[in-house]
T-cell receptor, first 112, second 115 residues
Framework: KNQVEQSPQSLIILEGKNCTLQ??????????LRWYKQDTGRGPVSLTI?????NTKSNGRYTATLDADTKQSSLHITASQLSDSASYIC???????????FGGGTRLMVKP | NAGVMQNPRHLVRRRGQEARLRCSPM?????VYWYRQLPEEGLKFMVY????????ESGMPKERFSAEFPKEGPSILRIQQVVRGDSAAYFC?????????????FGEGSRLTVL
């Protein structure tokens, strides 16, 4: 069964600190993995996409990693800002039928 | 170039009434997806449509829910005889490529409250 598990479920950090969010998946065969940011009351917005051959990809203060062997991805946020407070959703696509599997998200709160 | 437009943003219905949620995809996109998000939970796939066709409705409840994407006009998610458990945020996403190949662009969602 295709599953995407994210941890932690929620996280509180102080402004300026770094944090790392985890995504473990059992989706197979793997096609790609996206990280989305969902602000409260808004729709998700794509941050980055990782394909099988990519290990690391950065988008500003966001850096995503992918280990296709262990089926793990992480999203690292550097020098957090109050506007980083949101849910971060990991979405994995498989090659069989192009199905998307959504993780439950990590709710990040950045406090001043 | 407007993004995915959903309306209404907020909808209140009493039990037994009908709810109609509309979604206009991004310009040039012909693939529409509907997702449901319960409070404090993740997004759950409901249905994938192309113009005039339902491609995958594996996430749709068997009764009371229906979706369409006519040749002209927005996609409609229709919920008949709503119950309290239907209260949720319903998100629409569109793509320019078939079968989840391209990036999904999400609307801001329609929040349904059933009294």
């Amino acid at each position: 069964k295709n599953q995407v598990e994210q941890s932690p479920q929620s996280l509180i950090i102080l402004e300026g600190k770094n944090c790392t969010l985890q995504c473990n998946y059992t989706v197979s065969p793997f096609s790609n993995l996206r990280w989305y940011k969902q602000d409260t009351g808004r729709g998700p917005v794509s941050l980055t996409i990782m394909t099988f051959s990519e290990n690391t990809k950065s988008n500003g203060r966001y850096t995503a990693t992918l280990d296709a062997d262990t089926k793990q991805s992480s999203l690292h946020i550097t020098a957090s800002q109050l506007s980083d407070s949101a849910s971060y959703i990991c979405v994995v696509k498989n090659n069989a039928g192009n199905m998307l599997t959504f993780g439950g998200g990590t709710r990040l709160m950045v406090k001043p | 170039n407007a993004g995915v437009m959903q309306n209404p943003r907020h909808l209140v219905r009493r039990r037994g009434q009908e709810a109609r949620l509309r979604c206009s995809p991004m310009k040039g996109h012909s693939h529409v997806y509907w997702y449901r998000q319960l409070p404090e939970e993740g997004l759950k796939f409901m249905v994938y449509l192309q113009k005039e066709n339902i491609i995958d409705e594996s996430g749709m409840p068997k009764e009371r829910f229906s979706a369409e994407f006519p040749k002209e006009g927005p996609s409609i998610l229709r919920i008949q005889q709503v119950v309290r458990g239907d209260s949720a945020a319903y998100f629409c996403a569109s793509s320019g490529l078939a079968g989840n190949t391209g990036e999904l662009f999400f609307g801001e969602g329609s929040r349904l409250t059933v009294l």
